[in-house]
């Protein structure tokens, strides 16, 4: 008699066989780490996929394999995603690997607004195009909340935190006191805070800033609710309000929120607590809904607009018994170049695995390059391009910001790319901030920092008390990390 087949083996083959289908390698060569993703097919799980490791594959092979090998109703798979550039991405991979269609790919905030809608139709408008009529009308409610709040006293405390003195820089102070005051307000949103869930003591806790802006809150949430106009934040407020309030009545709304049994959360290091709240509420509303992350600790960039990393360092904070999964090798960049990055988290002290290079990559290569961001332009353009390989087809400068020292980024890129091209070079040049640079790829990446790793903005003393120094620094260590590991064959890291 013939012993039963192992359920967890057949699992497992199964996943192996679409996986490498997917990704056109041999069964062998399949990872364990990403079987083991593959099959966690009960209950919650996070995955943390450093840089390279192909997190995006890893959604588009699991979408398959519970369509196509478990036989899950793509309709009942929600793939959640931050921004739509994400989401277009996931569904374009989704339709490539041949996956039934029906999943259901959706930015955090167009699902918000499509839950409003089924509730309340036209009466709640979510507004998301800043140039639009409403759009600008928002923006002055929030101009008039802040104005209702700052006076004298307030800047006074900005000088003090700048250590200058307002009086003799009242433009200057007043400018950057405002702009820490709206940084301050969107942080505090994002981390949940407003009309529903008022921040209690605010100023004890975390200094006139946070007071200040809590104040700047309320205004601006009154403001919105009388226009019955919903923003970004205030309608994943809304759609989570409506769920629970579902719950709480026994009376049910059809919506995008019913019928689901598998969510899925794209750059799961990104959450706060309105879109925990909302995704919480979903899981109310269908009983037994798998939750699973994929994310990145190393690239946690958004703190500084409220992203909460305490749903990824302590998971169980929003998913219920997770199972902890990686899936660490990085298949773009070459072995120096991942040893780099790590090197950048471990100098910053931030914990974690680290990232395991793969052998098929080779070893790349990191140099250093050394130019003054005070030299002239077309010395720098020229140092610059020697810099460069023109060997490579697609070739970077990453900077922290949009200038380096006093030359655009652009305008550099633009200089080093015709000299290039002077030489024969028939390649592409691409500038871009270490921010936008997240997800993309490149040959070679020439990373100019003229000190701005960390960047030391003028508001930055003010808005100490509400973002810690170790919060601010991990995560302009995360921005170097970043920028560096676009690079798949050669990294110049280059002190200007």
Known sequence: MNKPADPNQVALARAREVAARILGIKKTKVEDDLLAFLTATNGDALLRARAGSGKTTALT?????????????????????????????????????????????????????????????????????????????????????????????FYHFCASRMRTRYDKRVEYVESIGREALMSAVGFLRARGYGLQNRLEKAWDTHGPIAGNAMKVI???????????????????????????????????????????????????????????????????????????????????????????????DKPDTALEEPQLLDLLRNRRSGSKIVEWGNQVMADAGVDGAPAIADPANGSGEVRTGRVSAERDFTFIAGKLAEMADTRYERIALIARKWKVGPHALSRLAKAVDANLKAKGWTGNMTAISAHGSKGLEYDQVLLLDDGSFPMQHPSRPILRDLISDEEYLREEACLKHVAGTRARQSLVVVSM
């Open 61 to 153: 092979i699991k979408a398959a394999y519970l369509t196509q090998e478990l036989g899950v109703d793509p309709e009942r798979i929600m793939m959640l995603t931050f921004n739509n550039a994400a989401a277009r991405s996931l569904e374009s991979r989704i339709a490539a690997a041949s996956v039934p269609s029906g999943i259901r790919v959706r930015t955090f905030h167009a699902l918000g607004q499509r839950i409003v809608r089924a509730h309340f139709g036209g009466a709640r408008r979510a507004v998301f195009d800043e140039k639009s009529e409403e759009g600008e009308a928002i923006a002055l409610m929030m101009q008039e909340a802040i104005d209702e709040v700052v006076n004298e006293r």
């Open 218 to 312: 309320l205004g601006y949430e009154k403001r919105l609710k009388e226009a019955r106009l919903l923003d970004g934040v205030s309608v994943l407020q809304a759609a989570a309000w409506t769920l629970e309030r579902e719950i709480e009545t026994g009376q049910m709304k059809p919506s995008e929120a019913h019928d689901v049994d598998y969510i899925f959360i794209d750059e799961f290091q990104d959450v706060s607590l309105p879109y925990m709240r909302l995704v919480g509420a979903i899981r109310d509303i269908n009983g037994m809904v798998n939750i699973q992350g994929v994310g990145d600790d190393f690239q946690s960039i958004n703190g500084f607009a409220g992203a909460d990393l305490v749903y990824f």
